[in-house]
């Protein structure tokens, strides 16, 4: 992209907020440009919890987050039901906890006032025998126990469904984009774009916009600082833990040594655990697990799940949240709201930023963000994103009928429905660019999921997927048991032919998604199984002539 890009708004970060705005503005008929430094989704979306709910502990002292988290919640459920999923907790109490069982309840019930907001069930009380038979695989010193509901959803392809229908709409959508340099009215300072640079090319280029926003997450006070303003941010890491299987029947509370609230809960094939909260002052590009946040982790899991470490940790997630800035509290207490920074009193008229706030929130601070910026365009169109679908989340996916109609095993239909919906069939169609009926039957690439040779060509050629390592997050590649070792050859080798990729390149993503893969899985090996992972990935990569 060599020619100036003119544009309203430019929007730089694309997590959720920044996918939400741009959504939000091309639904308002702005046009827009939203540049992300790599994957949408890739910081902090990608490393939640992926839950969309109110927040039981933010109830007592931010109850208008647990409100905003509720409402969006229901939001979301409508406008992309297959990107979510009901999540039945358990809440066990035992004799040691500091809060007994009465006042668990009054908590719970002021919760209750909630669900409908978001289409969950009232709690219930459990015996200690009805808790055990529930959930056999909690500790036998349970006293009772509590159930609730919660919802959950795929947080890396909600985020891409936002920017993809955005683009859609209009907007200029570029991953592996990142902003070299903010662009200034001379005299004034107003800030009017940005000079980007694409990562993958090396080509640089200008965005003129009318005004912009700095949607950087935790990246924001950095992005600000180019253009000398402040926002000041404390950042909170947090890790979790994924397991092969799933390690328990519904999602089950528990308790760190220092009384920080946890769980473990099923999310799409595997259970994850988490999360933690950290104060974070390192390098924003070099997050990692270490394995004494693994041991803080099992170690308040195995207080709920006393078999916990019977289960394999196939790998972990590790993120930082943009929490903004507290002094005197801990990590815990700090705020999860959120703030629209307008900087023109700072000496940058129009550059707003985004920062806080949480991914069940995301379209409710999007639509305050995109409200301000429309304000100082002189625009008004009311916000839309409550009622208008994404992308798939238009209607009922009848899976038998698309299994038979392209050949494909309904298990695997079933999987590319929750990621794309009623396009399903469109993704399947679209097999080997010719029709159904002329195409062989999709072939499965990765077994964990499944992830089928039609989609990974769908999201390459219809979507602007541009690396191997992005398949982790579009569709799951490489995220179960063989993390990657299975699949990561023959994916690259799909791309390569439908991204014209020459074989440096291809070797090149295929090293680079090997690396990932093992960063994420070190912190959680140990003794033997260590030794026989690094074994395993020297033989990888050594196989396909990579230095090791």
Same mark, same amino acid.
């Given at each position: 992209?060599?020619?100036?890009?003119?544009?309203?708004?430019?929007?730089?970060?694309?997590?959720?907020?920044?996918? $939400?705005?741009?959504?939000?503005?091309?639904?308002?008929?702005?046009?827009?440009? *939203?540049?992300?430094?790599?994957?949408?989704?890739?910081?902090?979306?990608?490393?939640?919890?992926?839950?969309?709910?109110?927040?039981?502990?933010?109830? @007592?002292?931010?109850?208008?987050?647990?409100?905003?988290?509720?409402?969006?919640?229901?939001?979301? @459920?409508?406008?992309?039901?297959?990107?979510?999923?009901?999540?039945?907790?358990?809440?066990?109490?035992? +004799?040691?906890?500091?809060?007994?069982?009465?006042?668990?309840?009054?908590?719970?019930?002021?919760?209750?006032?909630?669900?409908?907001?978001?289409?969950?069930?009232?709690?219930?009380? *459990?015996?200690?025998?009805?808790?055990?038979?529930?959930?056999?695989?909690?500790?036998?010193?349970?006293?009772?126990?509590?159930?609730?509901?919660?919802?959950?959803?795929? +947080?890396?392809?909600?985020?891409?469904?936002?920017?993809?229908?955005?683009? !859609?709409?209009?907007?200029?959508?570029?991953?592996?984009?990142?902003?070299?340099?903010?662009?200034?009215?001379?005299?004034?300072?107003?800030?009017?774009?940005?000079?980007?640079?694409?990562?993958?090319?090396?080509?640089?280029?200008?965005?003129?916009?009318?005004?912009?926003?700095?949607? %950087?997450?935790?990246?924001?006070?950095? *992005?600000?600082?180019?253009?000398?303003?402040?926002?000041?941010?404390?950042?909170?890491?947090?890790?979790?833990?994924?397991?092969?299987?799933?390690?328990?029947?519904?999602?089950?509370?528990?308790? $760190?040594?220092?009384?920080?609230?946890?769980?473990?809960?099923?999310?799409?094939?595997?259970?994850?655990? %988490?999360?933690?909260?950290?104060?974070?002052?390192?390098?924003?590009?070099?997050?990692?697990?270490? !394995?004494?946040?693994?041991?803080?982790?099992? @170690?308040?899991?195995?207080?709920?799940?006393?078999?916990?470490?019977?289960?394999?940790?196939?790998?972990?997630?590790?993120?930082?949240?943009?929490?903004?800035?507290?002094?005197?509290?801990?990590?815990?207490?700090?705020?999860?709201?959120?703030?629209?920074?307008?900087?023109? +009193?700072?000496?940058?008229?129009?550059?707003?930023?985004?920062?806080? %706030?949480?991914?069940?929130?995301?379209?409710?601070?999007?639509?305050?963000?995109?409200?301000?910026?429309?304000?100082?365009?002189?625009?008004?169109?009311?916000?839309?994103?409550? #009622?208008?679908?994404?992308?798939?989340?238009?209607?009922?996916?009848?899976?038998?009928? #698309?299994?038979?109609?392209?050949?494909?095993?309904?298990?695997?239909?079933?999987?590319?429905?929750?990621?794309?919906? #009623?396009?399903?069939?469109?993704?399947?169609?679209?097999?080997?660019?010719?029709?159904?009926?002329?195409?062989?039957?999709?072939?499965?690439?990765?077994?964990?999921?499944?992830?089928?040779?039609? !989609?990974?060509?769908?999201?390459?050629?219809?979507?602007?997927?541009?690396? *191997?390592?992005?398949?982790?997050?579009?569709?799951?590649?490489?995220?179960?048991?063989?993390?990657?070792?299975?699949?990561? +050859?023959?994916?690259?080798?799909?791309?390569?032919?439908?991204?014209?990729?020459?074989?440096?390149?291809?070797?090149? !993503?295929?090293?680079?998604?090997?690396?990932?893969?093992?960063?994420?899985?070190?912190?959680?090996?140990?003794?033997?199984?260590?030794?026989?992972?690094?074994?395993?990935?020297?033989?990888?990569?050594?196989?396909? %002539?990579?230095?090791?």
């Amino acid at each position: 992209m060599s020619a100036a890009v003119e544009v309203a708004v430019l929007v730089v970060g694309g997590g959720i907020n920044g996918a $939400g705005i741009a959504r939000d503005l091309a639904l308002r008929g702005v046009r827009c440009a *939203l540049i992300e430094r790599r994957e949408f989704g890739s910081g902090t979306s990608w490393a939640s919890s992926g839950m969309i709910h109110g927040g039981l502990r933010y109830l @007592q002292k931010d109850p208008e987050v647990t409100l905003h988290s509720c409402v969006d919640s229901g939001a979301i @459920q409508r406008i992309a039901p297959h990107l979510v999923f009901r999540i039945p907790f358990l809440m066990p109490v035992f +004799a040691e906890d500091p809060i007994g069982p009465e006042l668990v309840e009054v908590g719970l019930e002021m919760y209750d006032r909630y669900q409908p907001f978001k289409n969950g069930r009232p709690h219930t009380r *459990l015996s200690r025998e009805q808790a055990l038979r529930l959930e056999p695989a909690l500790s036998p010193r349970v006293e009772c126990a509590f159930t609730l509901d919660e919802w959950g959803v795929d +947080a890396a392809r909600l985020t891409a469904a936002n920017a993809l229908d955005a683009g !859609e709409r209009g907007a200029v959508v570029l991953a592996h984009t990142e902003l070299v340099e903010w662009l200034r009215e001379p005299g004034s300072g107003r800030v009017v774009g940005g000079r980007a640079r694409d990562r993958i090319t090396g080509e640089t280029f200008e965005i003129r916009a009318d005004v912009a926003i700095n949607a %950087g997450g935790p990246w924001a006070p950095q *992005l600000a600082a180019m253009a000398g303003v402040a926002v000041e941010l404390r950042p909170g890491k947090g890790i979790h833990l994924v397991f092969e299987r799933r390690v328990s029947n519904l999602a089950v509370y528990a308790r $760190g040594v220092d009384g920080r609230d946890m769980f473990a809960f099923p999310h799409e094939q595997n259970s994850m655990a %988490g999360t933690t909260d950290d104060d974070f002052y390192g390098d924003l590009d070099r997050i990692e697990t270490t !394995e004494d946040e693994v041991a803080y982790v099992l @170690q308040a899991m195995e207080r709920s799940l006393p078999s916990i470490r019977a289960h394999r940790v196939v790998h972990t997630i590790q993120g930082v949240r943009p929490t903004l800035w507290g002094f005197g509290q801990s990590e815990d207490e700090l705020s999860r709201d959120y703030r629209v920074f307008d900087h023109a +009193a700072e000496g940058a008229p129009g550059l707003f930023t985004i920062a806080g %706030g949480k991914l069940a929130a995301y379209r409710l601070m999007a639509a305050d963000a995109t409200d301000r910026l429309c304000a100082a365009l002189g625009v008004r169109e009311p916000c839309r994103t409550d #009622t208008t679908p994404l992308p798939g989340g238009d209607g009922a996916l009848d899976v038998l009928a #698309t299994a038979r109609r392209y050949r494909t095993p309904a298990a695997a239909v079933v999987r590319l429905g929750f990621r794309h919906g #009623t396009r399903t069939p469109a993704v399947l169609a679209d097999h080997d660019g010719e029709g159904a009926a002329q195409a062989p039957a999709p072939r499965t690439v990765c077994a964990c999921e499944p992830v089928l040779d039609a !989609e990974l060509r769908h999201v390459a050629s219809r979507e602007g997927l541009r690396r *191997l390592l992005d398949c982790t997050l579009r569709v799951r590649l490489g995220v179960g048991a063989c993390q990657g070792a299975a699949c990561a +050859a023959p994916a690259a080798g799909l791309l390569a032919d439908a991204l014209d990729w020459s074989a440096a390149r291809r070797a090149e !993503e295929l090293r680079a998604f090997a690396e990932d893969r093992w960063r994420a899985v070190a912190p959680a090996l140990a003794g033997s199984h260590l030794a026989a992972m690094e074994i395993h990935r020297h033989a990888f990569l050594g196989a396909r %002539g990579f230095a090791t």
